[in-house]
Structure formats: C-alpha cells, structure tokens
C-alpha cells in the first residue's frame, strides 16, 4: 500500500462527498492542477484554502 501525501484533504473531500472538480472550480484552477498539488505536502495556505473550499462545496450541497 502507498502513502498519499494529504490523505487528511482527501478523506475530507470523500467524506464530504465533494469531487475534486469542483474544489478545483472554487478555486479558479483546473482539476488536474489540484491533482498535482495533491501530490506533495501542501503548504499550510495552500492547504486552508482547499479545506475552505472543501467547506463551502459541502455547505452549498448541504443548502440544496
């Protein structure tokens, strides 16, 4: 078994069920740039702005 880097931002996106096109979508860049992001440790700006974006998906889904 591999180990992920930013396994804590992945399981909160698959908790949350939000897709990581559309944290992409929030975050003005494309979906493969957010994969490669994800590939390395994230710096601690990088990473609350996902988490927030993450947020705000899961709280638009959760209003609908």
């Known amino acids: ?3 992920l ?3 804590d931002i992945r399981r ?3 908790c949350n069920d939000v897709p990581q096109w559309k944290i992409a979508a929030v975050l003005g860049i494309s979906e493969p740039t ?3 992001w994800l590939r390395r440790e994230l710096s601690p ?3 609350n702005a996902i988490v927030g974006a993450i947020q705000a998906v ?3 889904a959760e209003s609908a």
């Open 58 to 60: 899961a709280k638009e």
């Open 34 to 36: 957010l994969c490669r």
């Open 45 to 47: 700006e990088r990473k």
């Open 5 to 7: 880097a930013n396994t």
């Open 12 to 14: 909160m996106a698959r």
């Open 1 to 3: 078994m591999r180990n």
